[in-house]
């Protein structure tokens, strides 16, 4: 079966520190891997996705970058940290491009920049 | 392109009575529809989906049928629990498109 795990669960960070989230996924090759941020009381915002090793596509203009150094390893990064960069992170995957493949999401990073 | 609007929350109901939620998409081709719930402090978990009209999706007593003629994936139940409380999330995914796309998520909140 197929998992997904996120590291850290919490994260207290200072304004202007760097981070570095981690999604790794077991149990499947070459998913779609996807970052999204979700706001306190918001809904999701897709931030990155990924259909391949290197292959980083972003959906918003911020200081946050993605990248994937393996086919199944997710690493959001942020060389400054803002205040408005707190919020709870969601990694996904997805098997494929069908439709009707559903998104599988891991338990989240909570993000608090002080 | 695409869209999904969901009804505002947050829905406060007491337990037992039927609950609906309203979700409406904008869409071209033949999209599959999902609802996804939100429990407090976890990620997001695939409730039910349909992948094509007239489809009926159902889990853990929970119902979505899929009405092109409406354009419409309302979720229903028919006596909520307490556990029940969370946060619910209608999404589309197009035939050739990467990603979801969300509503913005209804709070439902169950009183016993």
């Known amino acids: 079966s197929q998992t997904i795990h996120q590291w850290p669960a919490t994260l207290v960070q200072p304004v202007g520190s760097p981070l570095s989230l981690e999604c790794t996924v077991e149990g499947t090759s070459n998913p779609n891997l996807y970052w999204y941020r979700q706001a306190a009381g918001r809904g999701l915002q897709l931030l990155f996705y990924s259909v391949g090793i290197g292959q980083i596509s972003s959906e918003v203009p911020q200081n946050l970058s993605a990248s994937r150094p393996q086919d199944r390893q997710f690493i959001l990064s942020s060389k400054k940290l803002l205040l408005s960069d707190s919020g709870f992170y969601l990694c996904?995957?997805?098997?494929?491009?069908?439709?009707?493949?559903?998104?599988?999401f891991g338990p989240g990073t909570r993000l608090t920049v002080l | 392109g695409n869209s999904v609007t969901q009804m505002e929350g947050p829905v406060t109901l007491s337990e037992e009575a039927f609950l609906t939620i309203n979700c409406t998409y904008t869409?071209?081709?033949?999209?599959?529809l999902f609802w996804y719930v939100q429990y407090p402090g976890e990620g997001l978990q695939l409730l039910l989906k349909?992948?094509?009209a007239d489809d009926k999706g159902s889990n853990k007593g929970f119902e979505a049928t899929y009405r092109k003629e409406t354009t419409s994936f309302h979720l229903e139940k028919g006596s909520v629990q307490v556990s029940d409380s969370a946060v619910y999330f209608c999404?589309?995914?197009?035939?050739?498109?990467?990603?979801?796309?969300w509503g913005a998520g209804t709070k439902l909140i169950i009183k016993p």
């Open positions: 869409a071209t081709g033949y999209p599959s």
């Open positions: 999404a589309l995914r197009g035939d050739s498109n990467y990603q979801l796309i």
């Open positions: 349909a992948t094509k």
């Open positions: 996904a995957w997805t098997r494929g491009l069908a439709g009707y493949n559903e998104q599988f």
